[in-house]
């Protein structure tokens, strides 16, 4: 359980964006830069207001409108999580489902942590900023914990499982995460090359097998170039992804990349892309480790480019879903743990294509249903709580952030 494949997130990816009922924040909202919109659209840089602009100091600064690409980009990512995990059983024995995995593998998480980092230039330290950390990511991490601590108990059949705080189970990895990169972002704006330094972290952590479980920092320090790389992106760097040039080219890219899936899926080779252990924990020698992190690094970012190229810029069916992700990326875990005990994968023509085509569409719908509004107003004390009674009055409210 605690080595499953990257999730999550995300990724999920979870701001001072104004927050309604019909978009709530998501795995891969976070708090937008000082002095910058919440969301930029996809032809001007600039804040795009909802109503008329403050006429006296005192009056009530208008909502800021939400970038429907960032949304959209995220629900499309969640989908692919949860498709992801659904496809783990279906690999033994399917090269092609093999292929598919490691292709979704190789970006899915990265494009979550990059939104994620973008969304966090603001992280200052500031009371108010961590306010919203804890209560949007210590707490659903510290629930979430134990809450599929408890399930797992019975999905595994262990029943002596103990609950940890500091060896993240499941899904619950990305929030740990997230919490420890978001509270080093202002390092990385103060230090001359934070991109190449993050890559040498990650580099140094694959040649480590001794980091061990806690707060699974193994992965944390992997993943982080795509974090820092997040941080350093403006607006206009994703809106050059976004032309009709990279659209086109996006569509070889991705069909190459599917090949090579293909031909490394016998090969093991996807287990790179969950950066949860070191060269040594996955057979290889020590040096392997750094080159492979350089290696898998510029695959997955061409992916990340090519996967947001294809991400609408305009409002969708699903727009108002992506703010919401993070329900859907810590809720579906439980519907795949039952998936165990409930013996949904020992029917053989679930192994069959049209199977597999079943168990995709399945995962798509459930996923999507778990980014609705019925179930936040559900679950929304959990997952967004705004704990008032725990700090002073006077801080901002606490909203998932990823």
């Known amino acids: ?80 999580v949860a498709v992801g995990h659904a496809w783990e059983p279906l690999r033994e024995g399917s090269r092609t489902v093999t292929a598919f995995y490691t292709l979704v593998y190789a970006f899915h998480m990265p494009a979550f942590i990059v939104i994620s980092g973008h969304f966090s230039r603001g992280f200052d330290g500031s009371p108010q900023r961590v306010k919203r950390l804890v209560t949007g990511v210590a707490v659903p991490y510290v629930v979430f914990e134990v809450a599929y601590t408890l399930v797992t108990r019975w999905t595994d059949d262990a029943p002596g499982r103990d609950i940890s705080l500091l060896d993240p189970l499941y899904l619950t990895w990305f929030l740990a995460a997230l919490f420890i990169w978001r509270l080093t972002a202002p390092l990385w704006r103060l230090v001359r090359r934070p991109l190449p330094l993050a890559l040498a972290v990650a580099m140094l952590a694959t040649l480590s097998p001794a980091i061990g479980k806690d707060l699974d920092l193994q992965r944390v320090l992997q993943f982080l170039p795509y974090f820092v790389l997040g941080l350093q992106l403006k607006p206009e760097h994703f809106r050059l992804v976004r032309r009709r040039a990279v659209r086109v080219a996006a569509v070889p890219v991705f069909a190459a990349a599917l090949a090579v899936a293909y031909w490394a899926a016998p090969r093991g080779l996807h287990r790179w892309f969950f950066h949860n252990d070191s060269a040594v924990q996955l057979g290889a020698p020590a040096w392997y480790g750094p080159v492979m992190t350089l290696a898998v690094f510029g695959c997955s970012l061409v992916l990340v480019a090519c996967f947001l190229a294809w991400v609408p810029g305009r409002p969708t069916w699903f727009t108002a879903l992506g703010a919401a992700t993070l329900y859907g990326y810590l809720l579906h875990g439980f519907v795949k743990q039952v998936a165990g005990p409930a013996h949904w994968y020992d029917h053989p023509w679930i192994h069959q294509p049209l199977g597999a085509l079943a168990v995709t569409l399945v995962a798509a719908l459930t996923v999507t249903l778990l980014c609705t509004s019925p179930v936040r107003r559900v679950f929304r004390c959990v997952v967004e709580p705004r704990a008032e009674w725990a700090f002073r009055r006077g801080g901002e409210g606490g909203r998932a952030a990823a």
């Open 1 to 80: 359980m605690r080595q499953e494949g990257t999730g999550q997130a995300t990724l999920p990816t979870s701001g001072t964006e104004p927050i309604t009922e019909a978009t709530r924040s998501g795995v891969t909202q976070a708090d937008p830069p000082r002095g910058e919109p919440a969301h930029v659209g996809p032809s001007s840089a600039e804040p795009t207001h909802v109503g008329p602009a403050p006429a006296e100091p005192d009056q009530a600064a208008p909502a800021k409108k939400r970038d429907a690409f960032f949304d959209n980009a995220k629900y499309l990512a969640i989908l692919l």
